[in-house]
Antibody, heavy 116, light 107 residues
Framework: EVLLLESGGGLVLPGGSLRLSCAAS????????MNWVRQAPGKGLEWVSSIGSGGTTTYYADSVKGRFTASRDNSKNTLYLQMNSLRAEDTATYYC?????????WGQGTLVTVSS | DIQMTQSPSSLSASVGDRVTITCRASQGISNYLAWFQQRPGKAPKSLIYGASSLQSGVPSRFSGSGSGTDFTLTISSLQPEDFATYYCQQYDTYPLTFGGGTKVGIK
């Protein structure tokens, strides 16, 4: 069974940093690209980032480019999202998803709140 | 960026109704179109990819069609568990973009 479990969310001050993790199981993690997608409270879905299976190829939404960095440790079956210079508008539930057709399995999400 | 426009933004329907949601892309995306279902408080669930292919385990009452710029999601006979919000997404070009969502409520 494919499972994706996000962690690392919480309350952070504007300008602060946070690192999200997504632990994968039930499939050969190193063979699949992965996505990060977020959803602000009461709003729609917004794609954040994609990373290739080897971790060398990454794509970002303009809204996070230069502030967020996606990475992965295939030996630990874990995907990461390093978020720096956080803003109030980054407040959202962050989901990781396996990037197949185009996101076939999703985690349950982790909430990030940016507030003073 | 490719803009995805869904309509309607919300609708009310009864169990057993046929429901159709449309999604329009601001430029051609071939068939690189996916549909997702999201129930309140839950993660999105993939329904359809390639505009018309059902993900494994998705009931056959869901179907998708279209190519280029105009797409539709149809639920042939609405079931109680189908009351949710539905999103389309294009994956032809980065940045990947979602439609604004269609909330299907109970009439």
């Amino acid at each position: 069974e494919v499972l994706l479990l996000e962690s690392g969310g919480g309350l952070v001050l504007p300008g602060g940093s946070l690192r999200l993790s997504c632990a994968a199981s039930g499939f050969t993690f190193s063979s699949y690209p992965m996505n990060w997608v977020r959803q602000a409270p009461g709003k729609g879905l917004e794609w954040v980032s994609s990373i290739g299976s080897g971790g060398t190829t990454t794509y970002y939404a303009d809204s996070v480019k230069g502030r967020f960095t996606a990475s992965r440790d295939n030996s630990k079956n874990t995907l990461y999202l390093q978020m720096n210079s956080l803003r109030a508008e980054d407040t959202a539930t962050y989901y990781c998803a396996r990037a197949v057709r185009p996101s076939d399995y999703w985690g349950q999400g982790t909430l990030v709140t940016v507030s003073s | 960026d490719i803009q995805m426009t869904q309509s309607p933004s919300s609708l009310s329907a009864s169990v057993g109704d046929r429901v159709t949601i449309t999604c329009r892309a601001s430029q051609g995306i071939s068939n690189y179109l996916a549909w997702f279902q999201q129930r309140p408080g839950k993660a999105p669930k993939s329904l359809i990819y390639g505009a018309s292919s059902l993900q494994s385990g998705v009931p056959s009452r869901f179907s998708g069609s279209g190519s280029g710029t105009d797409f539709t999601l149809t639920i042939s006979s609405l079931q109680p568990e189908d009351f949710a919000t539905y999103y389309c997404q294009q994956y032809d070009t980065y940045p990947l973009t979602f439609g604004g969502g269609t909330k299907v409520g109970i009439k």
